[in-house]
């Protein structure tokens, strides 16, 4: 069983450069609606996977929307599930085995990749990708299944942004949502990670 700690959420590194802000928002109205006791319950039950880098440092792999909504709402402290312990590691044969076990993916808004040096230092520093919560309204709309295959989301999100006009997406979200359902579900997303057709 993972070890479970605490953690002050200013001092957790991103493993990624994005975030979808429309699904941060949702999770601070979430984390907002709880007094702190419950803030405190739900995110023991919602601990962040992380991993111990070079000089102690926690470098959480996944949940950064609701790390930077719990930074945004005030929270200090969430709770990190421990996958790994590379402390031992030089910077380099660390980012080395985040690599190999698919727990970094340095793509930007525009889905450019960047050095692992250009990761964000912390969650304040997370950059908005409205594909990204373009990507999590469809899926939880129904256009597509949640998979374990690693940074599925950036998949879609990456295919959204061939298809929908950013425009549309920063003007109308909801529209926009309305027609990338049809779209997850056309041919065109066969090989998409999720794909449930038509």
């Known amino acids: 069983m993972a070890k479970i700690a605490p953690a002050a959420v200013r001092t957790l590194a991103p493993t990624q450069i994005t975030v979808g802000m429309i699904e941060v928002g949702d999770k601070k ?5 709880l007094k702190p006791a419950a803030q405190t319950d739900f995110l023991q039950q919602h601990p962040v996977p992380a991993v111990v880098g070079p000089q102690g440092k926690l470098y959480i792999t996944d949940h950064h929307h609701l790390g930077r909504a719990a930074l945004e709402v005030g ?3 969430m709770f ?3 996958l790994d312990d590379l402390s031992s590691h030089d910077v380099a044969s660390f980012w080395q085995k985040m690599e190999q076990n698919f727990w970094v993916h340095p793509l930007d808004e525009h889905g450019v990749c960047h050095l692992y040096s250009k990761l964000p230092p912390d969650l304040a520093h997370l950059v908005d990708d409205v594909y990204r919560s373009l ?4 899926r939880n709309s129904g256009g597509y299944d949640k ?3 690693p940074f599925a989301e950036f998949v879609w999100a990456d295919f959204f942004r ?6 549309l997406l920063t003007s109308d979200f909801a529209t926009a949502v ?9 041919h065109y997303a066969k090989r998409l990670p999720g794909y449930k057709g038509g």
């Open 147 to 149: 998979s374990d295959e």
């Open 75 to 77: 929270i200090t402290t």
């Open 162 to 167: 061939r298809h929908v006009a950013v425009e």
């Open 178 to 186: 309305k027609m990338a359902l049809p779209m997850a579900k056309s």
């Open 80 to 82: 990190c599930e421990i």
């Open 135 to 138: 990507a999590g309204y469809v």
């Open 29 to 33: 109205k979430q984390l907002s609606a």
